[in-house]
């Protein structure tokens, strides 16, 4: 069974300062890897996703994200946040199989404040 | 394009009523469609995954008689929440998936809030 872990439930930043959102993975197969934002009251927005190729990984918004096989993390940064950063930001896994559903880790609280 | 909408919401019903929620892709054709629930400040949890045409497969400790699922289309899934009760209410979301190669892309639709009282 694949599990993900995000290791830090709230991340306080002030604006413009970078931020790195921290994710591992635990799989005994080969699985796809997403981040997705979620603002209060809404859906998810995904925010980029690893499938295959290079392990850097640029997304909407100004994120990017790294896979790192032999650490099993997929650490989502950027460089200098914004206010309307603020939100919560979710890791997720599926296996590479068509038709499965997603599992998601417990979320991260990022605050930007100014 | 690749638009996910939800109906109603919001709702709010009293305790032994059925709500019904309407998960549609607007302009696609989903294989396949997922349920999942949200409760505050906690993770989506997959309830079931819906084929269209067949039944759903529920996940380990979901009620499928409490928690029915209806595929009727490609473009149209429904999930009714069969005399509610307090525990009930959460964020219920659902999302449309897409078969592209061995990946199944998912859209999700914007959510809807269910208070039982």
């Known amino acids: 069974a694949q599990s993900v872990t995000q290791l830090d439930s709230q991340v306080p930043v002030f604006e413009e300062a970078p931020v790195e959102l921290r994710c591992n993975y635990s799989?005994?197969?080969?699985?796809?890897l997403f981040w997705y934002v979620q603002y209060p009251n809404q859906g998810l927005q995904l925010l980029l996703k690893y499938l295959s190729g290079s392990t850097l990984v640029k997304g909407i918004n100004g994120f990017e994200a790294e896979f790192n096989k032999s650490q099993t993390s997929f650490h989502l940064r950027k460089p200098s946040v914004h206010i309307s950063d603020t939100a919560e930001y979710f890791c997720a896994v599926s296996v590479s199989q068509a038709g499965t559903a997603l599992i998601f880790g417990k979320g991260t609280t990022l605050s930007v404040s100014s | 394009g690749a638009v996910v909408s939800q109906h109603p919401s919001w709702v709010i019903c009293k305790s032994g009523t059925s709500v019904k929620i309407e998960c549609r892709s607007l302009d696609f054709q989903a294989t396949t469609m997922f349920w999942y629930r949200q409760f505050p400040k906690q993770s989506l949890m997959l309830m079931a995954t819906s084929n269209e045409g067949s039944k759903a497969t529920y996940e380990q400790g979901v009620e499928k008689d409490k928690f029915l699922i209806n595929h009727a289309s490609l473009t149209l899934s429904t999930l009714t929440v069969t005399s509610a009760h307090p525990e009930d209410s959460s964020f219920y979301i659902c999302?449309?998936?897409?078969?592209?190669?061995?990946?199944?892309?998912?859209?999700f639709g914007p959510g809807t809030r269910l208070t039982v009282l």
């Open positions: 799989s005994s197969v080969s699985v796809y």
């Open positions: 999302s449309a998936a897409v078969r592209r190669g061995r990946f199944n892309e998912q859209f």
